[in-house]
């Protein structure tokens, strides 16, 4: 098969949004950083750091064969588990914020999450790739991942870390999509997952406070809504070319820390609707090549893992940015490539050298075959399951 280069448009919108990003979390961050570090530069100089660390490991793994990296996720989603159950020892894990999320490493902070973010995907999508037929059935096929899901998601609600529950939730149900389970087997567990789902709101009162607070974030504007009503405020007053680079208002100690899951917000204000569009246009082409990745993948595995990371990063910016304009409620995510962030900023960047790595895989013309392949076995597997029955 003709080997390609990887995908340029890929590669071009990811350096291009990280770039946007370190001007970015420079603007926004540099008076509060000059207010409590006593240095304005003080978010701009870890920004560039990890941004170049994350940029060589993309380098890097997108020179590793994903085949080699997927088979070592059994392995890598061993370690997250650990992770996530030492960083809730106290004395190990770290808590910033009423948040017990980190391990503090003396120089920096180690977010576990974020490598189980990867572990998982890798994970899933190996697994998948190998048992895929499983999914015909409820109990002895998709039962088993959903445990696997589960366990990670009652370490992660421990911390707690909902932002990481959701997100790591829905990519792993993506990818189960698209591996073949069935709609079916969902929709069975959609009625005791809402209850569950509502019943973990409905426990902590900060949970139904943001929610009463999204129905009417003016009315809580002094506590639940405070974020979001600032949020709002620099959006509006950035009307369509912004006030300018470095002229946000709401970035002067309004809206708390602005450089991390806000600063779409201080975009707004400063660049515009103008600005505010390009930077989501660039999302889409981003989520538009990595599903193209996809589909033109040499096989099930590296389909699975470029959906996967795709999910991953178009969730991510979809939920920060329905946050910051009030269209959801309130919760911790930041926006990939843009939010300051060691830990994310790496994991993302070394998650997108896999997907490049994919992308080198076969010119497009071979997906006609491999769509044909997997057609194939799926009639197969559709007429084996109708003997045999599901359930």
Sequence with gaps: MRKREYDFWILFTVLVMLAMGTVMVFSASSYSAQHYQNNKYHFLIRQLLWGTIGVISMLIFSKIDYHRIAACSPVLMLISTVMLALVLIPGIGTVINDSRRWFDLKITTFQPSEFTKIAMILFLSFSLSK????LNYFFRGLIPYLLVIGATDALLYFEPHMSAIILITLVSVIILFCAGAKIRH???LAVPVSAVGWKLIMSQPYRVNRIMAFLDPFKYSQDEGFQVVNSLYAIASGSVFGRGLGRSL???LY???PHNDFIFSILAEELGFVGAVTVILLFM???WRGVKVAMNAPDMLGSLIAMGITSLIALEAIINIAVVTSTIPTTGMPLPFF?????STVFLLTSVGILLNISKGTSPASFSVIRNDRNNYGNKRSVSSQKVGEL
């Design 339 to 343: 939010s300051a962030g060691g830990t």
């Design 131 to 134: 048992n895929s037929h499983r």
């Design 285 to 287: 082409l981003f989520i």
């Design 255 to 257: 809206l708390p820390e």
């Design 250 to 252: 709401q970035k002067n």
């Design 186 to 188: 969902f929709l069975v």
